[in-house]
């Protein structure tokens, strides 16, 4: 009985999620031993919990950003119910319970992308070492709507139903709720359910229509009252230079070899060279795309195509789609490369993916800890000690206390 339990497949899946914990808590231990608030995790999040409670918070909208983020405001409603010593704790584990469950939910889903164990391990490598996931979205409860869009996607190649769908259905709502990255796969949604029309796809995709509507009816609200941040819904050249470098190029190649590129020629050679580099690419993957005639791979590419929209069209900056914005998009990218690996059976080209596959994973395994340009946003560097911050405040309500980004973040909570 117990070495059915303990089957082949099922022990290799526990030994692979334990080494994936032991990576994660090795990128920043002291997130997981002391927790932090990073930005409006404390500066509006936490402080709204002393202004006006924290049933407040639960329905709490930041309409500088316009749209819902639900996960956060759970994420906030918790942390005001430990000790105030031990809240930072809260929102850094709900960041990293979410990753956790969509580790769980890889190698447990049936999944027509990732066919086999083999590429559920890949999967959950693509997203743990993607050179777009930068520390600015790690382990912060702020910015996991990122982990929500990735989700959303992975699930969209559901092919049987998971023995836990209706805690699935709960995190859709979240998810939803959680900023647009899922919502805006609605359309994706409706197209699974119009070729297979079983409940749980007509569930799926009504949760994504009800939250797209509200975070939507929230934009138009934001906007009619300018609370909005002013450079959104703007496109401009330089949005789409910061796309192309920030989630094509950096997606393949990382941040430290574009950056010794950039040093050695024109940043204006560059910027033309990189859009006919676009095109070219998307020409011939379109090409392929039609050649192939695959469901997954379009599914793949079209997701690709409206996240892209997603993050030039609502970016808060007028010149930069990186950082937080490329997480989701860039490892949806990377994923296509992963179907086009299992696609072909010729050995050059499987063996051309199978190498981009390994290049952009190396370089992401760096830039995860050893080369990342932002190691304050991951390790401690002299950074304010919370449990000290919060023995000043006790001493004098009106301290501010310092948080990260340190050392010029502070928080005021009355």
């Keep these: ?43 509006i999040w936490f402080r709204n919990i002393f202004i006006n409670g924290k049933l407040d918070t639960l329905f709490f909208i930041y309409e500088i950003s316009g749209y819902i983020h639900l996960w956060m405001n759970i994420a906030a409603f918790f942390s005001g119910l430990v000790d105030i010593e031990y809240a930072p704790l809260v929102t850094s584990y709900f960041a990293f319970f979410l990753l956790l469950y969509i580790f769980i939910y890889i190698l447990k889903s049936d999944s027509i992308l990732l066919t086999n164990k083999n590429f559920k391990y890949i999967g959950c490598l693509i997203i743990l070492f993607s050179p777009v996931m930068t520390a600015e979205v790690w382990m912060n409860s702020l910015n996991a709507m990122s982990y929500f869009g990735i989700f959303a996607f992975l699930v969209l190649f559901e092919k049987k139903e998971t023995k836990f769908r209706y805690i699935n259905y709960l995190v859709f709502v979240i998810s939803g709720l959680s900023g647009y990255y899922a919502s805006a796969l609605a359309p994706l949604y409706l197209i699974k359910y119009y070729y297979k029309k079983t409940f749980t796809n007509l569930t799926y995709l009504l949760i994504l229509i009800l939250t797209s509507s509200i975070q939507f009816l929230t934009t138009v609200y934001s906007v009619s009252t300018n609370e909005i941040a002013s450079e959104r819904f703007l496109i401009t050249y330089e949005k789409i230079i910061s796309f ?65 929209l997603l993050i030039i069209f609502g970016s808060a900056y007028d010149n930069f789609v990186g950082g937080r914005y490329s997480v989701c998009v860039g490892v949806i990218f990377l994923f296509i490369f992963l179907r086009l690996y299992n696609l072909y059976r010729d050995t050059f080209m499987k063996y051309f993916y199978g190498l981009i596959i390994l290049i952009f994973l190396f370089v992401g395994f760096l830039d995860y800890k050893i080369t990342n340009p932002y190691p304050d946003f991951l390790s401690c560097i002299e950074c304010p000690n919370w449990k000290n911050e919060v023995n000043q405040w006790k001493l004098n309500k009106k301290y501010n206390l310092k948080i990260w980004p340190y050392p010029m973040t502070t928080v005021k909570l009355y």
Excluded at 17 to 36: D, H, K, N, T, V
Excluded at 265 to 290: D, K, P, Q, V, Y
Aim: proline share 1%; hydrophobic share 60%; aromatic share 20%.
């Design 244 to 308: 192309i470098y920030n989630v094509i190029l950096k997606s393949l190649f990382g941040r430290e070899i574009l950056q010794k590129i950039l040093a050695l020629f024109n940043h204006g050679f560059l910027s033309i060279a990189a859009i006919i580099f676009t095109i070219i690419s998307l020409i011939i993957l379109i090409m392929i795309a039609l050649r192939k005639k695959d469901y997954v791979l379009n599914l793949v590419i079209f997701s690709f195509l409206i996240q892209s």
């Design 1 to 43: 009985m117990t070495f059915k339990f303990f089957d082949k497949i099922r022990y290799k899946n526990y030994i692979f999620l334990f080494i994936l914990i032991l990576i994660i808590f090795y990128r920043s231990p002291y997130i997981f031993l002391e927790g932090r608030f990073f930005a409006e995790e404390g500066t």
